[in-house]
């Protein structure tokens, strides 16, 4: 299958700073990508979809200021969260969409501590 | 609002056992029905469900979808201690670029 590299897997940081994440396709281009939180134990629910050269759409609830997406080229997609807060220590998995297919392959996720 | 709903929450069984995964769904402009499996990271792709009565089979596992019923099952034949995970099923509607809805997912354990 198609992969989604997604980078960092593992970051801790300090409440205020801002930590970003990477979802990148590497032998596709994805013109749409996913940007998923997980809490413990429970399912993948989306923040946002993220079309490549124009704004995210957020769903409902989510602060598009907080939750800042960038999806500069057909293959990469960041998300940046700022200001980060205790709260926002979760499991971020990014998605992207093989265009000819419609399949959705996952990033390996990155686990967000804000201490 | 769409919604996919997935049962058993949890579930239970032995090596060798047989177990089947529901899960309903109620998605505007329906398109297909995926189904995922996640162990200790992100969701690893197992079905991609778009026609109704067509079973896919991949080693032990095995799908189906009903668009009349809006639901699909997931079988596993013959578990084994590493079929053990969550087992997500997610619904994409055939626009807004596949944004999927996501169940909460089948918790299954398989003991030795």
């Known amino acids: 299958g198609a992969v989604v590299s997604q980078h960092p897997s593992w970051v801790i940081c300090k409440s205020g700073t801002s930590v970003k994440i990477e979802c990148r396709s590497l032998?596709?281009?994805?013109?749409?990508m996913f940007w998923y939180r997980q809490f413990p134990k429970q399912s993948l629910m989306l923040m946002a979809t993220s079309n490549e050269g124009s704004k995210a759409t957020y769903e409902q609830g989510v602060e598009k200021d907080k939750f800042l997406i960038n999806h500069a080229s057909l293959t990469l997609s960041t998300l940046t969260v700022t200001s980060a807060h205790p709260e926002d220590s979760s499991f971020y998995i990014c998605?992207?969409?093989?265009?000819?297919?419609?399949?959705?392959?996952f990033g390996e996720g990155s686990r967000l501590t804000v201490l | 609002e769409d919604k996919v709903v997935q049962s058993p929450l949890s579930l239970v069984v032995h090596e060798g056992d047989t177990v089947t995964l529901n899960c309903s769904y109620e998605v505007t402009n329906f398109r297909s029905l995926l189904w995922y499996k996640q162990e200790k990271k992100a969701p690893t792709f197992l079905f991609m469900l778009t026609s109704s009565g067509i079973e896919k089979k991949s080693g032990r596992l095995s799908s189906i979808l009903d668009k009349k019923e809006l639901f699909s099952i997931l079988n596993i034949t013959a578990t084994q201690t590493g079929d053990s995970a969550v087992y997500l099923c997610a619904g994409a509607p055939g626009n807004a670029g596949n944004m999927l809805t996501f169940g909460g997912g089948t918790r299954l354990m398989v003991k030795p």
């Open positions: 998605s992207a969409r093989v265009t000819n297919t419609g399949e959705l392959f």
């Open positions: 032998d596709f281009q994805a013109t749409t």
